[in-house]
């Protein structure tokens, strides 16, 4: 049984910066694939970024790449979600995922990939 928590969301201006946090616990050895997505109400959701747990391998979304860093820290059981220069459309509420399996192609997971468990989610709103 895997649980995740986000937090770290809230309100910002265009060009500031936020940091998502995503604690998670349960069966998580160090074959995992972890990802966030964000999604606004009558929208698709979106794959922003994917991490191989493993080897810290990053792939993102074309629309954040340059902007946001998604990195994790094995021992404290947490992945962040870095997130400067923000812009109005990047407002959503974002959710961490994971999987106890490797992510094989990056983009794939990304894009594609049907995660098993899910955090609560947590609020980003960018104001112009």
């Known amino acids: 049984h895997v649980q995740l928590v986000e937090s770290g969301g809230g309100s910002v201006q265009a060009g500031g910066s936020l940091r998502l946090s995503c604690a998670y616990s349960g069966d998580i050895y160090d074959s995992y694939c972890m990802a966030w997505f964000r999604q606004t109400p009558g929208k698709e959701r979106e794959g922003v970024a994917v991490?191989?747990?493993?080897?810290?391998?990053?792939t993102y979304a074309d629309s954040v790449k340059g902007r946001f860093t998604f990195s994790h820290d094995a021992v404290k059981h947490a992945a962040y979600l870095q997130m400067d220069s923000l812009k109005p459309e990047d407002s959503a509420m974002y959710y961490c995922a994971l999987d106890s399996t490797y992510c094989g192609d990056m983009r794939t997971s990304l894009e594609v990939r049907d995660f098993r468990n899910w955090g609560q989610g947590t609020q980003v709103t960018v104001s112009s």
């Open positions: 991490i191989e747990g493993a080897d810290g391998t990053t």
